[in-house]
């Protein structure tokens, strides 16, 4: 059967490329869609009247004629169309009145029949589509048909083929997925016969790579079924050349090599201060890097005490990593010599190749490379860190807090942002890199390494584009049910000036298939680069939920309100408290204080109210994740608040009762020291707002739900 | 014509309410619409074959016939209604059959007539209504109709009565606005009849505030008018009882006193630390206040080294503060002898009162202030500064940061936060002002003062709930064409618990109507705490900008893309750069640099492309933003950037050309000096993010657009 219809459409389109189209008609459009069983109306070409006759029994319910003629394109205004009929004699009459219309119209006019269809059920348009990607390939498209949706552009995509069950959650990724549902006491349309549609699109797209669009426009939806009143198929123009691609053993063992290496060659060690190639042997060396570093210049005999080579040649021992800080016009050669030299990574700090309009010199090195098998970092970057080697091959300045999250970033720029931010938080970190021009190791790459790195455990990159969309995806899913991925995808709202043929085609902005793939993959989407930067931070320190149960304590009843509104914003539920608990509660606060959640204690209690409600909070094995409100008084002080909440929750931890804490401290100056006191012992707490403690546990409550880490919920 | 109708509608529902009904009968219904000149369908009730004949006549079009009888409910199952007839013929066949079919459903049925009812037309459905919001009072509701709609909640509100200007611009504050356009080459509806439909109901509800609600659901609107297929009215159960108020004059006066004090007194004052009483008496001293200070306490002769008094009676020469320290049971006799000694301002920092519950506590202290025209501020506050007046009357710590922006919390735990992020930022403050239970004085009082206040150039409020909306409403529209204010409104998402009686009450959570109507009043509303602290630190800092031209000029092209998307998400444009423009701009940066916009300089550039790039964009008069984008580099370090750019900004100040102009810095940890370098010379930055400086250059174009003060962008 399979084989049968791939045969079927496989011919078919080699017979329209044949004639030189990319566009298909109306009937190849039909027998495309027999072909994978994507309901259409059924349609038959009547040449008299008794065939008519027998095509609308054939179809049961009501049917349109219309006249077929190469002669009349306007088949209304010819009276050649008649909507509705029911019964032999019905059609008997309508065919004969449509015949004699069109004779009447045009009487030269060549008449082939009359056109028998089913007439579509009143029903819910949505509309199912496929485009091809540039960054994903071909995705799938799902949303409600008519103007309201055309101009809220309300649709979802998923990567193409997508299961039965991914189908049906397209469904409900909608913002008007109610509808579907039935609202106002109607009911709902038949939800597997629309994810059918979705689905055999979707591999009708994937069998058939030179399909570049599908448009289902519109699906009619019914209690019944899901009938496509029209299939309209665009192909490809040309296919893009594949792509040069290495397996999960080769990634892993060329980046394990850069990143956890035991010789390191710098190419245009310089003792010149100023020079690039200064200032990376000065922090390799600074940095503190144990293994062998081997300066390479032709011109000095030792640079920074270390003897130089005048050729990477001539340096002795296996080399892991190579990093060139040399002029971009000597790469080439030099590569070379690194290739010839069997060292697997070349790490290209130059700029002045794709970034500067030189797309010829960097298609060289990319060609040099992949003839060596050298994987290429770059170029047009600041270096890159491996803080649990001591390694900093970079032209900054080392960073030594060693920790669980490894940075990466497309642009420089955002990586001395990065540092900055790293730096002043003391957030640890085990890897930064640069991957500037990507012209070989991408992200993908890197999320297959961190994914294995045993002290990553958080990768935050940012990006302005993937190379191989597919091909993160694929890494992200293999990562996420171990470690968080955050992403910052930048050049969100630069979207839409994409030249689309078809009403799918125009409703993808980039954006919106960046996004719905991305939180399929289960990658958490950074809104901006200051959240990118604090979720890197604050995921690796919370532990993860088990269950769906926030609940707020605080001692200022105006954060409890705002921690609230932030708990919604966040797609968290606060939990409903149980009378028992609620009463446990009460017991700790005073009569005025408000038990339910927010666990209000009042804003004058002492140190020992905060306490028993969060050690009441952490005990309750019904409660999985605790906000706190703390409020600056002379009563209970920043530290003391502090000190208590961190003993609290270490003690529980060491009882092996474990749940994220996250603290909004309202007060005088003193609260940024006690949340940089909490935040080194595992609470996640921030001065001087509601949102980004909440913002923070609702990022990790979405990587939980992607790694399936959640068990149930009130 | 206007009495006519206020006559009618009056006798109609005071017959009603005679009946003891809230809920009016269709035709009754029909007689207010007529009366305000609401379109509805024609009708007419025929009492025999030709008075239905000539009624259809009179309308003209198809019309709908209804079997009129009170003993049949379910007219359609007895065959009574036949819809889309037309001609005296089918009127009259029509009109038999139903009479006819009526008789056989049941032959004892009392038939009074056939109702004659024009046909609806078909166009786009459109819900208007009005509710009686319980902080706004009556507003008025636009949105689309149908089953998505219901879904999307897309919708918008006004305060009623509204102009047929602000009724017409309701039809562009929703979602789908473009639908009512008309999309795919559909004629759009005609504006001016919906808005009229809009305009009458808001009319209606403001001349009758017994009418709780009114809708019209749908009108159905076409390119040629809007006609309601039906309108609702629910009368309200009961009146609220007016509220006490007070003329501008009496505001401005008792504030004046309240925030630039002469003299003040400290009931309870306090030699024993610890004591509320004693913080406040130490505050005033430290803080320097240089009016006088006179402590109040039967047990004590003098209070740091001040004489106190047994009462406040005794207190010599005219006191414009009474500051309250002393338990809330105490509270009413003080009370009365501040208001004997006709002392204008208590301020109630105890505790106690209607947020323990003691509601009777707080009514007691209301009425004996309203008797003698005392103003409260309270109670259960932690006080008020006033900075040019250098008085710290709070139990908190003096803050001497002197400056533009007034704040206000309604919760303690808010207050103690905005003196954290102030202190630890260097915000000047004109005033911290705490409202608590805002027993008597409130946001709007302090709005009408604070926009008079010479000090003042920035309000910024957070709040849980208004007490009287449109006094607030009114004060903010008096206040914005002078200054920006802030507002922090939490409690957003705990909304849409409340019941409703109409289709239009059911979609107006509490926070929509509140975003909808603040937006009007001109009103920024800040997302959330940190972002509201942010607004208020950073908007009197940003000049006023003069136009939409916004121009980016980025060191760093990751920064830069990163600013674009910040542009579009905070609605503001990116100038299309004049070509003479873009050939200034390039004969300063390399040539593999990008001009257009962002202005690209790259990575690499001295200290003077920068310069030579900022003076452009400050010096062309058609760019009227600047948001630059820096990368640390040992070519230009971050205090070179700051200094130069601060220079430059100074010198255009020097020759009158201002223009916002707000920076992203992104480097190691001395951006942080560099920042705060510039902020305090007018140019708002921030490290490592690039969403808060557009963020609040968003917030102050949304000020500039409330304020009129843009003139014509690109």
Known sequence: MSEDRTVTVRALLDAVRGEGRTSLTAPEGKVIAEAYGIAVPGEELARDVEEAVAAAARFGGPVVLKIVSPDILHKTE????????????????????????????????????????????????????????????????????????EVLKDVTFRLAPVTADEALSMLDSIRAAQVLRGVRGQAGVDRWAVAEQIRRVSQLVADFPEIAEVDLNPVIATPEGALAADIRVILAERQPPPRRTYTRDEILGSMRRLMQPRSVAVIGASNEAGKIGNSVMHNLVDGGFAGDIHPVNPKADDILGRKAYASVADVPGEVDVAVFAIPARLVPAALGEVGRRRIPNAVLIPSGFAETGEHALQDEIVAIAERHGVRLLGPNIYGY????????????????????????????????AILGFARTTRTGVSAIVGLGNKSDLDEDDLLTWFGEDPHTECIAMHLEDLKDGRA????ARATVPRKPVVVLKAGRTAAGAR???SHTGALAGDDKVYDDILRQAGVIRAPGLADMLEYARALPVLPTPRGDNVVIITGAGGSGVLLSDAVTDNGLSLMEIPPDLDEAFRRFIPPFGAAGNPVDITGGEP??????????????????????????????????????????????????????VVASLAGDVEVEEACQYLFERGVVAYPYTTERPVAVLGAKYRWARAAGALGGGS
Chains 1, 2 share one sequence.
Not at 127 to 149: E, H, R, S
Not at 634 to 658: K, S
Request: proline content about 6%; overall charge negative; aromatic content about 8%.
């Open 499 to 501: 030249a689309a043929g």
């Open 385 to 416: 860190y491996s803080t649990w080697h001591d390694l900093c091959a970079t032209f900054c300045t080392p960073y030594d807090v060693k920790g669980p999250v490894a940075l990466t970033s497309q642009s420089g720029g955002i990586g001395m």
């Open 78 to 149: 010819a009276g050649g169309v008649v909507v509705g009929v029911e019964g032999a004699t019905d059609v008997r009459n309508a065919f004969r009145a449509i015949v004699a219309n069109a004779r009447a119209h045009d009487p030269a006019a060549r008449i082939e029949g009359v056109q028998v269809q089913e007439l579509l059920p009143a029903g819910q348009e949505v509309i199912v589509g496929a485009v091809t990607d540039p960054t994903f390939g071909k995705v799938v498209a799902f949303g409600l048909g008519g103007v309201l949706v």
């Open 607 to 660: 140190p020992s109210t905060y306490e028993a409600t969060i050690r009441l909070g952490m005990e309750d094995p019904r409660v999985h994740a605790l906000v706190l409100g703390y409020w600056h008084t002379i009563v209970t002080p920043p530290m003391v608040f502090a000190e208590l909440t961190a003993r609290v929750v270490a003690e529980f931890r060491e009882r092996g009762v474990e749940k994220p």
């Open 472 to 475: 993160f995806v694929a890494a």
